[in-house]
């Protein structure tokens, strides 16, 4: 059980602690499920300046630990190996935010997947569900396939926005093929937890050239009004939580019924461009 230190204030200079931000994980439903993927931005409001930066990401790492989620996944994406640098399991840091990367260090954390592009970090013991991942980072036997293959998982978004952070939304689409995003490959190095290095080739789907992605907030409202997510707020910012079976459901309608809905805007036979990008410098080779 958290203590109650407190951690920050919000603008209305309302202090929190261990304490309440537990609460609000619970109000939503965080704790209830086998498995719990955490999206983050902690914005919350001022840090308690009594505290050094460790500490206060110790604190929240506690608290999300003291839910006793038998799967906890942490995405640990880097972005990088795209730009031809090396991903080390071990050490490559993350571009998710200050507190995955410092939960990423953690002793807790059991295994990092062996995607470069999507890895995902895992505490708990359903670790093995992980293992052995394809070689597509959004498709059929990636970290997102396994996830909602293993069923009873949640998607906790921990401060932020669900229309910001939901990279399962674009597993969905792959899953369904949608015709304005392709696969692209990306080929690089890879260093595994023994020290291994070896080249791999790893693909990801991705926008065509002339779509127009988008935050897609309107589906966070959609499912709020019909009470399909629970979320409260948390000083400056909010928790939502939403069952994984209910994102995939609703993403696989939406697109039933508007196949652009998760776009800025309808998408037309000329945006569909496929532009392969390579080299620290951006260059593009576009095959329609």
Same mark, same amino acid.
């Given at each position: 059980?958290?203590?109650e #230190?407190?951690l920050?204030?919000d603008? %209305?200079? @309302?202090?929190y602690? %261990?304490?309440?931000? $537990?609460?609000?994980?619970?109000?939503?439903g965080?704790? =209830?499920?086998?498995?719990?993927?955490?999206?983050?931005? @902690?914005?919350f409001?001022i840090?308690? #300046?009594d505290?050094?930066? #460790?500490?206060?990401l110790?604190a929240?790492s506690?608290?999300?630990?003291s839910l006793?989620?038998?799967?906890? $996944? $942490?995405?640990?994406?880097?972005?990088?190996?795209?730009?031809?640098? *090396?991903?080390?399991v071990?050490s490559?840091?993350t571009s998710?935010g200050?507190?995955?990367e410092?939960?990423?260090?953690?002793s807790?954390? *059991?295994?990092r997947?062996?995607?470069?592009?999507?890895?995902?970090?895992v505490i708990g013991? /359903? !670790?093995?569900?992980?293992?052995?991942?394809g070689?597509?980072?959004?498709?059929?036997n990636? !970290?997102f396939?396994?996830?909602?293959?293993?069923g009873?998982?949640?998607?906790? @978004?921990?401060g932020?926005?669900?229309?910001e952070s939901l990279?399962?939304?674009?597993?969905?689409?792959?899953m $369904?093929?949608?015709?304005?995003?392709?696969?692209?490959?990306f080929? /690089?190095?890879?260093?595994d937890a023994?020290?291994?290095?070896?080249?791999?080739t790893?693909s990801?789907?991705t926008?065509?050239?002339g *779509?127009?992605?988008?935050?897609?907030?309107?589906?966070?409202? =959609?499912l709020?009004?019909?009470g399909l997510?629970?979320?409260e707020?948390l000083g400056d910012?909010? *928790? @939502?939580?939403v069952?994984e079976a209910?994102?995939?459901?609703e993403?696989?309608?939406?697109?039933?019924q508007?196949?652009?809905?998760?776009?800025?805007q309808p998408f037309?036979e000329a =945006?569909l461009?496929?532009?392969?990008k390579?080299?620290r410098?951006?260059?593009?080779?576009?095959?329609?």
């Amino acid at each position: 059980m958290p203590s109650e #230190r407190k951690l920050f204030e919000d603008a %209305d200079k @309302i202090c929190y602690t %261990d304490a309440d931000v $537990l609460s609000r994980l619970k109000a939503v439903g965080a704790h =209830d499920c086998d498995m719990l993927f955490v999206h983050t931005d @902690i914005m919350f409001g001022i840090p308690n #300046r009594d505290m050094k930066r #460790r500490e206060y990401l110790d604190a929240l790492s506690e608290v999300l630990l003291s839910l006793n989620v038998p799967t906890l $996944l $942490l995405p640990t994406f880097t972005f990088s190996f795209p730009n031809h640098e *090396v991903y080390d399991v071990r050490s490559s840091k993350t571009s998710m935010g200050v507190l995955l990367e410092h939960m990423r260090k953690r002793s807790e954390v *059991v295994y990092r997947t062996l995607d470069p592009l999507l890895a995902v970090s895992v505490i708990g013991r /359903g !670790a093995g569900a992980f293992y052995d991942l394809g070689r597509d980072s959004l498709g059929e036997n990636s !970290a997102f396939d396994r996830v909602h293959q293993n069923g009873g998982a949640k998607f906790l @978004i921990f401060g932020g926005e669900l229309g910001e952070s939901l990279t399962y939304v674009h597993h969905v689409e792959k899953m $369904l093929d949608v015709p304005y995003r392709y696969d692209q490959p990306f080929t /690089g190095r890879v260093i595994d937890a023994d020290g291994r290095e070896y080249e791999t080739t790893q693909s990801i789907h991705t926008a065509c050239g002339g *779509v127009q992605p988008c935050n897609f907030y309107h589906f966070e409202e =959609d499912l709020a009004d019909r009470g399909l997510l629970r979320r409260e707020r948390l000083g400056d910012s909010k *928790v @939502i939580c939403v069952e994984e079976a209910v994102v995939y459901r609703e993403v696989a309608a939406k697109l039933a019924q508007n196949m652009s809905y998760f776009l800025g805007q309808p998408f037309t036979e000329a =945006d569909l461009r496929h532009e392969y990008k390579y080299g620290r410098n951006g260059e593009k080779v576009t095959h329609c």
